[in-house]
């Protein structure tokens, strides 16, 4: 069977948003966020890293500075690199069904009217970020069915629903990995998972 080379595959650019909220950074997202990136440089794609533990922003608070407020400083060049980005990556962990709330912030800051969408007085708002694609990895103690089917994955479909997909992303695949306490040799695997989507840019 052929293989491609390097030189023949379509290259992208890509934005990985690393979502944990310990600055540490020894958590298996981490390492899977470092295998995404090794992949993808790899294989020619063009990489920026976002790591939103680093950055140090305050929490909007009301509507008047969601929709003309100042974006802080310290988060301009997160907008500007995903603005450059063709691909997102996003990498968090499930806390309480959903998102830590230090991403949260962070995304609620970015998705502002101007670079997400812009309204309508007369309709649906325009959707400004048409023509990116993006894939979401999550880590979670309990089993993924269980997250999927009991719990309906609530706070994963409102993020790529009432974010994402408004704003004009598509395709939005995901990455769930459930009981992340598991042994050594299944976290490895879940490792080159990601290496693997990263060669491929997807």
Known sequence: MKTLSVEHIMTRR?????GHPDPAGHHL???????????????GH???RIEVAALDFSLLRTQVDFESGALPPV????????????????????????????????????????FAMQYNKRGFPKRLLAGRSA???????????????YFGAFGLRGFERSMLSFAG???IRE????????????RARWIEDMRRHGGRGD
């Open 14 to 18: 890509i934005a990985i948003i690393e």
């Open 29 to 43: 997202l981490h390492a899977m966020s470092d295998a995404y990136a090794e992949g993808a440089t790899a294989a």
């Open 46 to 48: 063009e990489v920026r």
């Open 75 to 114: 988060l301009t060049k997160s907008q500007e690199d995903m603005r450059w980005a063709e691909h997102w990556v996003f990498l968090f962990p499930l806390w309480h069904g959903t998102m830590p709330a230090l991403f949260k912030g962070f995304l609620e800051h970015i998705f502002r009217p101007g």
């Open 135 to 149: 894939r979401i990895i999550v880590t979670m103690g309990m089993p993924v069915l269980l997250y999927r089917w």
């Open 169 to 171: 992303i598509k395709p």
């Open 175 to 186: 990455s769930l990995y459930g009981l992340t306490f598991a042994n050594e040799k299944k």
